[in-house]
């Protein structure tokens, strides 16, 4: 079992920063492929960005590749979202999840989430 913790969302102003942890605990943080997803009440989870075990390989959905940074601390069994330059349309709760399964970045079959941490960003 792992446990997913997020925190760090909030209100912002557009044009804005804020940074999301996803703190982890159980099983070996680091033999965990993560990402993140947001969700708006009516609409599906949507994909944000993923990282590999290591760190070494990232991906991002195109309404954030070059505003987002996913990155990961494995010594600290934390994941990190810093999200840059936020536009009202990234308003959402913003979810962590793990997995061991190779899967494609975008898939969202994820062994394990989190509560959810909301992020509103106001124009």
């Known amino acids: 079992q792992v446990q997913l913790v997020e925190s760090g969302g909030g209100l912002v102003q557009a044009g804005g920063s804020l940074r999301l942890s996803c703190a982890a605990s159980?099983?070996?943080?680091?033999?965990?492929?993560m990402g993140w997803f947001r969700q708006v009440p009516g609409k599906e989870r949507e994909f944000v960005a993923a990282?590999?075990?290591?760190?070494?390989?990232?991906n991002y959905a195109d309404s954030v590749k070059g505003r987002f940074t996913i990155s990961r601390d494995n010594a600290k069994n934390t994941l990190y979202l810093q999200m840059n330059s936020l536009k009202p349309e990234d308003t959402a709760v913003y979810y962590c999840?793990?997995?061991?399964?190779?899967?494609?970045?975008?898939?969202?079959?994820?062994?394990?989430w989190g509560q959810g941490t909301q992020v509103t960003v106001s124009s």
């Open positions: 990282i590999s075990w290591s760190g070494s390989s990232t």
């Open positions: 159980g099983r070996t943080f680091s033999g965990y492929r």
């Open positions: 999840a793990a997995r061991l399964a190779a899967l494609p970045p975008q898939n969202p079959y994820y062994d394990y």
